[in-house]
T-cell receptor
């Protein structure tokens, strides 16, 4: 069975703090893809990153970084020096052959950055 | 390059009515997926269309149906609306059905069923 768990329902931090959003996934497939999307209050889902199961290198893009660890089935997302504009709901998602390549989504983490 | 567009932005219907939502895919994308997102939850996959054929379906009843046109735009039709159908309906396009392809989302249609 495919499943994505984002245990943190809501996180609130003060601007400039670092924050990590957790994502744990379950799949029986050996080939799969993990995604992070951002959903600001406007509602549109914005693609942030894709990782395939064969690439465990961590990724850094500006203030954003991702830590993919197959050993713990986790794909965590860290924002360094958070800004008010980072306030949004963040979703982790999984695609694999077992799910007929449908995107399986976590419940999302609402991130609130206070000025 | 034009992104994914959806219409209408908002819609209010009453229980039992029928609704059609529309989506224009991003240029060069032949695959469209539809999702339902209830308030405070993650999106739920409804179905996917690839080259005008349904190419996968989630756990939604047959009163949710769709179409894809030769220009790859798509419609989502919902018959016999129920109160629980109130949600944000998201359309996403991608350049194929491969799992590695990221999906690009439109702004969504907010449907309210009274």
């Amino acid at each position: 069975a495919q499943k994505v768990t984002q245990a943190q329902t809501e996180i609130s931090v003060v601007e400039k703090e670092d924050v990590t959003l957790d994502c744990v996934y379950e799949t029986r497939d050996t080939t799969y893809y993990l995604f992070w999307y951002k959903q600001p209050p406007s509602g549109e889902l914005v693609f942030l990153i894709r990782r395939n199961s064969f690439d465990e290198q961590n990724e850094i893009s500006g203030r954003y970084s991702w830590n993919f660890q197959k050993s713990t089935s986790s794909f965590n997302f860290t924002i360094t020096a958070s800004q008010v504009v980072d306030s949004a709901v963040y979703f982790c998602a999984l695609r694999s052959e077992d799910s007929n390549y449908q995107l399986i989504w976590g419940a999302g983490t609402k991130l609130i950055i206070k000025p | 390059e034009t992104g994914v567009t959806q219409s209408p932005t908002h819609l209010i219907k009453t229980r039992g009515q029928q609704v059609t939502l529309r989506c224009s895919s991003q240029s060069g994308h032949n695959t469209v997926s539809w999702y339902q997102q209830a308030l405070g939850q993650g999106p739920q996959f409804i179905f996917q269309y690839y080259r005008e054929e349904e190419n996968g379906r989630g756990n939604f009843p047959p009163r949710f149906s769709g179409l894809q046109f030769p220009n790859y735009s798509s419609e989502l039709n919902v018959n016999a609306l129920e109160l629980d159908d109130s949600a944000l309906y998201l359309c996403a396009s991608s350049p194929g059905t491969s799992g590695r392809n990221e999906q690009f989302f439109g702004p969504g249609t907010r449907l309210t069923v009274l």
